[in-house]
């Protein structure tokens, strides 16, 4: 028996995955959703999420994609880790994943491939092409370059690609030095952490939708202020003070997390 199925929960509380279906939606995650949903519909360009290691930026990716589930005219192609050795291979990844052949071996002629697939596909086919890239902190200089010069590609009402990354914030200060590709963000946002009210509400979204019946508490309150203040708010933290706590009460039969309990997992954490 799983840990968590002695708590009477039917799933994994606190994965640490980007299950969109533990998203909580607290209002910064919401807004981001939002306003990308609404920079994609009206295909504006270049998005930029920005926010700390373990804010959510890939859960909120995979919120994005659920958002648009079914919804055939648009196509969302992922990238989760944009490392290339050279542009070369960026870009033959890219024409990979469009599912194209250059019938030359240039950059000039892949670059040539993609504009003209994105021009068949954006306005023959009418589909919006979205093209979402995680660790966006990874991207260098050469292939942010290439990124800018596929932002070119665009009619007189719109963009051909809509590009969503996602990044650390030290992307920002690189990015803000290439005027060029900075002026085309047309929309930059920055997930802050939760704050203590809404770290709680995580906290309980998550437990029921791992099957907490909601008149079971797993959490005293002062517990939950403490996992607040030691966390900030950043959700991984958040996640996986969480799990330990819960893996901890199984292991010791206890019915709830108490504040002694954080505190001594804290200990354990800076030891
Ligand atoms: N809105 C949210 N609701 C519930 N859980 C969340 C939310 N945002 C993040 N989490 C949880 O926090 C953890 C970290 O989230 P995620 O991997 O999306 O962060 P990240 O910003 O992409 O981090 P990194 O900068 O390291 O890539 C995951 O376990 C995820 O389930
Ligand atoms: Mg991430």
Request: glycine share 4%; charged share 25%.
């Amino acid at each position: 028996m799983s840990y968590y199925e002695s708590l009477g929960l039917s799933k994994e509380p606190f994965s640490t995955s980007p299950d969109p279906d533990f998203f909580y939606r607290s209002s910064e995650h919401n807004t981001a959703l939002h306003r990308l949903e609404i920079a994609i519909r009206l295909r504006r360009g270049l998005s930029l999420i920005l926010g700390d290691v373990g804010t959510g930026k890939t859960t909120l990716s995979r919120a994005l994609l659920q958002t648009f589930d079914g919804e055939e005219n648009f196509i969302f192609k992922l990238i989760l880790d944009p490392t290339y050795k050279s542009e070369f291979q960026f870009l033959s990844s890219l024409t990979k994943m469009f599912g194209i052949k250059p019938s030359f071996r240039s950059t000039l002629d892949y670059k040539e491939a993609i504009e003209q697939y994105l021009y068949n596909k954006g306005v023959d086919e009418n589909k919006t092409i979205v093209l979402l890239i995680d660790e966006g902190q990874k991207l260098s200089h050469s292939f942010l370059e290439i990124l800018r010069t596929l932002l070119n590609y665009e009619t007189n009402e719109y963009k051909l690609i809509q590009l969503v990354v996602l990044a650390q914030m030290e992307l920002l200060p690189r990015i803000k030095r290439i005027k060029n590709f900075y002026d085309r963000v047309t929309l930059k946002y920055i997930i802050n952490p939760l704050d203590e009210l809404e770290t709680k509400e995580m906290i309980k979204f998550r437990l029921k939708k791992a099957g907490l019946n909601s008149e079971n508490e797993l959490f005293t309150p002062s517990a939950l202020k403490l996992l607040y203040d030691h966390t900030s708010g950043y959700p991984r933290r958040i996640s996986v003070l969480s799990h330990n706590a819960l893996e901890h009460i199984v292991m010791e039969d206890k019915k709830m997390v108490d504040k002694t309990i954080v505190k001594k997992l804290i200990a354990q954490e800076v030891a």
